[in-house]
């Protein structure tokens, strides 16, 4: 807070180079990630309170629809959102990122195709805040008149009040919405997108600490614990994990949707965790070490060694490099013929192997440029229902969408025939 930066070491240290490297994978995710940007929107709820901008005054402000968009135009064209775009101040890796963007080299060049990568991010986020914060400047204002304040007076406060409001519960990168933990070397490691659930862990905090110490509107308080450990974190995980697909599945698959329900609970359970630092990323590990042993246990024939690899995601980067080189190596062993027999296209699982593996060592975010495609491809030419359609365009996989290829669907039903097979045998032997 004293020097304006969340950074302590010089850029061209040798902790600075391999920072500058990890954060290249943030970066290699984030690339053009239309799925996180359509659910940053979902934080324009947070704008909503229990005095003026509650929800019927904000209904009220909203349903004011030529007033409404000249509010969103102003904060939207602001020079705090233009710097919070221009700057990827949303969180502390993004703006490491946007900070070697200005660099000369190779690392320059593929950091300024990185910032290029956060486009849809960064308008996502920028038009969660003003939609949200629309109604909450308007009504604001409105108080803040009706108290007796000029207007020009009262236009500053209501401003300054909405950037508090959307530096606290939004991502932010400022020095005094960081913690130590955060800024430090190790925290870019570990605390990678943990930035929005350590300002929701703060805000519960502190609503806790005002609960018990009877400071303020226990009721605001009491919402505030409820709205960020509960349902924005159910909101955020159902909308990710695509439990959404549920509701137009034609047949009721209980295994699906015992499988979506857990991920969706593990990762609410995640997000909390790992808003509480360095200890909670551990405990969330842990846990999820614990869960993948006792999922292999239950198999036939247990690859343990699955589980160990859950330790790497204590940094997601980190984790996120490693599962691409796995990925491609796998791939390479299990589809060697069909890589041979394709050639060249973007359909050959060589095109995404080297795809991951390009990105895994260069940060160059050459796999997501292919699943992307692939995506859009899909979408197109497959035999797919509309909301499938436009959930592949919006970013979600196949895999989240429960869509089987023709491969896929014909390696199931042969292990379903098996399946059949050893029953029948355990059958006829207790008949026997």
Do not use: C, H
Request: charged share 25%; aromatic share 8%; proline share 2%.
């Amino acid at each position: 807070m004293k020097t304006g930066r969340n950074r302590s070491y010089g850029p061209d240290s040798l902790t600075g180079r391999f920072n500058d490297w990890i954060n290249g994978s943030v970066g290699a995710i984030m690339f053009f990630n239309t799925r996180s940007a359509i659910l940053q929107t979902i934080s324009a709820i947070n704008f909503i309170n229990f005095s003026d901008n509650n929800v019927f005054a904000a209904a009220k402000a909203f349903a004011n629809q030529k007033q409404y968009w000249s509010d969103f135009k102003k904060l939207f064209n602001s020079d705090f959102l233009k710097d919070r775009r221009e700057g990827l101040r949303m969180d502390i890796n993004e703006a490491d990122l946007a900070a070697v963007a200005k660099q000369n080299g190779a690392k320059g060049v593929i950091n300024r195709i990185l910032k290029l990568g956060f486009t849809p991010t960064q308008i996502a986020d920028s038009f969660a805040i003003a939609s949200g914060g629309a109604t909450f400047y308007r009504n604001r204002l409105n108080s803040l008149m009706k108290e007796g304040m000029d207007e020009k007076a009262a236009e500053k406060i209501a401003f300054q009040e909405f950037r508090e409001t959307a530096e606290e519960s939004q991502q932010s990168s400022r020095p005094d919405k960081i913690s130590q933990q955060q800024a430090g070397p190790l925290g870019r490691i570990i605390l990678a997108f943990a930035n929005t659930p350590s300002q929701y862990a703060r805000l519960m905090k502190k609503a806790a600490l005002d609960l018990k110490n009877n400071r303020g509107d226990a009721k605001t308080n009491i919402s505030k614990i409820i709205y960020y450990s509960v349902v924005q974190n159910l909101i955020f995980n159902a909308a990710q994990q695509a439990l959404f697909a549920l509701m137009f599945a034609e047949e009721e698959d209980e295994e699906l949707k015992d499988k979506k329900i857990g991920r969706v609970a593990n990762g609410m359970a995640d997000s909390v965790l790992r808003g509480l630092g360095f200890t909670g990323a551990i405990a969330s590990t842990v846990k999820n070490i614990t869960l993948k042993l006792i999922e292999q246990s239950k198999k036939q024939r247990p690859e343990y060694q699955d589980a160990m690899l859950e330790v790497l995601k204590v940094s997601p980067p980190i984790s996120s490099k490693m599962s691409k080189l796995r990925s491609a190596a796998r791939t390479y062993d299990w589809n060697k013929k069909e890589m041979l027999e394709k050639g060249i296209s973007l359909d050959n699982p060589a095109a995404l192997a080297l795809g991951q593996l390009t990105s895994a060592i260069t940060n160059i975010p050459l796999d997501r440029g292919i699943k992307k495609v692939q995506n859009v491809e899909a979408a197109i030419n497959d035999d797919l229902a509309t909301y499938q359609r436009l959930a592949l365009i919006g970013g979600w996989s196949k895999w989240d969408l429960g869509i089987q290829d023709n491969k896929t669907k014909t390696f199931s039903r042969k292990k379903n025939r098996r399946k059949k097979v050893v029953r029948k045998k355990v059958i006829r032997k207790k008949e026997q």
